[in-house]
């Protein structure tokens, strides 16, 4: 069946982005992707900030002014997913030391992530969990930085650093089967954040060049 968008070869930019236009196919409407040294995608999800009401948002502006740890992962109740949430977690302390915060994504609901909250690590939990956790059911913070499996609606191993001023500064995407590295994003926090330019494994207290 043919498209109703309006972005065809005889349609005009004035025509773009109009009621009638279709988000999904239309090249000038389509939604903003995430480029590194370029303003991060804007976004707004209810989190699990609030555990009893569970109706906290966190938007992009909320993190205006310090430095914004995004990550994305697939599923809650799996299997890495806990790994990574809880090692991110244990190393809290050492984000805010460096100015920043840590935010997770998934398109699972806010109840779901609140019931493995509530679960034991050693039944393969989060409790206890240091930062919030935020639901992408629609799908649409996790497409719009370019992690999200459309077919399974759920998102790849996205982590994203984002600057005080709100532009993305640093991005890697692992597969659904590994893990992604917490001394590894402390390290690129922390280069970033010299200004510099920073050699091949470079480190705190390493020369720049």
Avoid at 115 to 135: L, M
Avoid at 165 to 175: A, E, K, W
């Amino acid at each position: 069946m043919e498209s109703d968008c309006c972005c065809k070869e005889t349609a005009t930019t004035d025509d773009c982005c109009s009621d009638a236009c279709c988000e999904t196919t239309c090249c000038c409407c389509a939604p903003a992707v995430a480029k590194v040294g370029q303003p991060a995608p804007n976004f707004s999800m209810k989190t699990t900030a609030d555990l009893d009401t569970l109706e906290s948002t966190a938007s992009l502006k909320d993190y205006a002014g310090k430095w914004l740890v995004l990550f994305f992962y697939p599923l809650d109740f799996t299997y890495v997913c806990p790994t990574e949430i809880l090692g991110l977690s244990d190393a809290y302390d050492e984000f805010v030391k460096l100015g920043a915060d840590v935010l997770g994504v998934s398109t699972d609901s806010v109840h779901c992530h609140r019931a493995w909250i509530n679960t034991p690590r050693d039944h393969n939990g989060i409790h206890g969990v240091r930062f919030p956790i935020g639901s992408d059911m629609t799908g649409s913070v996790s497409r719009s930085y370019g992690v999200l499996i459309e077919e399974e609606g759920i998102a790849l191993r996205g982590l994203f650093i984002i600057d005080p001023d709100g532009v993305l500064q640093y991005s890697v995407v692992n597969s659904l089967s590994v893990g992604r590295s917490v001394e590894e994003t402390l390290r690129v926090l922390q280069a970033i954040q010299t200004g510099e330019r920073c050699p091949i494994d470079w480190k705190p207290g390493d020369k720049t060049l």
